[in-house]
């Protein structure tokens, strides 16, 4: 079994910061792409910003220029620095991660955080 625990979230006003963190932890032979995903109330979800093993980045241009994705191989986790909030940023930000274990290759998902961007 594989989880992806993810935290950081919550209320904060436009023009603000918010970083949010995902852990996964259980039966993991390597770790391929990891990214964060989000959706809002009434939209399908969407995709945040991914990185490679090899730390190459790719982000939705909706948010280039204000959000950093990073990762720590050693401790199998994922970080987003979220600058420069707006209202449109409000979602739910779903951890995804492509990993290998004893039954194959898969992708997990965590349970989701909600980040609000409101004054």
């Known amino acids: 079994q594989v989880q992806l625990v993810e935290s950081g979230g919550g209320l904060v006003q436009p023009g603000g910061s918010l970083r949010l963190s995902c852990a996964a932890s259980g039966s993991i032979f390597r770790i391929y792409a990891m990214g964060w995903y989000r959706q809002a109330p009434g939209k399908q979800r969407e995709l945040v910003a991914v990185?490679?093993?090899?730390?190459?980045?790719n982000y939705a241009d909706s948010v280039k220029g204000r959000f950093t994705i990073s990762r720590d191989n050693a401790k199998n986790t994922v970080s987003l620095q979220m600058n420069s909030l707006k209202p449109e940023d409000t979602a739910v930000y779903y951890c995804?991660?492509?990993?290998?274990?004893?039954?194959?290759?898969?992708?997990?998902w965590g349970q989701g955080t909600q980040v609000t961007v409101s004054s």
């Open positions: 990185i490679t093993s090899g730390g190459s980045t």
């Open positions: 995804n991660a492509d990993i290998r274990n004893d039954y194959g290759e898969y992708d997990y």
